[in-house]
């Protein structure tokens, strides 16, 4: 599968973007998605996952009650909805994704095998 992730962009504090992510290939539905991060001179960070199966949703500590990641088969897409955002939110995103989804591994980037291009989001205090 590949992946192209956009909607990132400058916006100030407190305020809203919505990041997507399009899949080609096959069997989108079969692949367990997640959004990571990277800020400068940090390290990758889980913001969110979706599992397959159940649509299931995880999120990091930091990002837990302002984002919201969801999907959409039919269009092969997946999205990570931010609210509330952070100066410290700015970073790199990232689009994954995996067949083999692991309860205990999910948020480990290194669980994922397909990744897409990275959406810069800046946050202006």
């Known amino acids: 599968v590949q992946l192209q992730a956009s909607g990132g962009g400058l916006v100030q504090a407190g305020g809203s973007l919505r990041l997507s992510c399009a899949a080609s290939?096959?069997?989108?539905?079969?692949?367990?998605m997640a959004w990571f991060r990277q800020a400068p001179g940090k390290e990758r960070e889980f913001a969110a996952g979706?599992?397959?199966?159940?649509?299931?949703?995880y999120y990091g500590d930091s990002v837990k009650g302002r984002f919201a990641i969801s999907r959409d088969n039919a269009k092969s897409t997946v999205y990570l909805q931010m609210n509330s955002l952070k100066p410290e939110d700015t970073a790199v995103y990232y689009c994954?994704?995996?067949?083999?989804?692991?309860?205990?591994?999910?948020?480990?980037?290194?669980?994922?095998?397909?990744w897409g291009r990275g959406t810069l989001v800046t946050v202006s205090s």
């Open positions: 994954a994704a995996t067949l083999f989804f692991d309860s205990s591994s999910y948020n480990r980037w290194t669980s994922y095998s397909y």
């Open positions: 979706i599992r397959w199966v159940d649509d299931n949703t």
């Open positions: 290939g096959r069997s989108f539905s079969s692949y367990s």
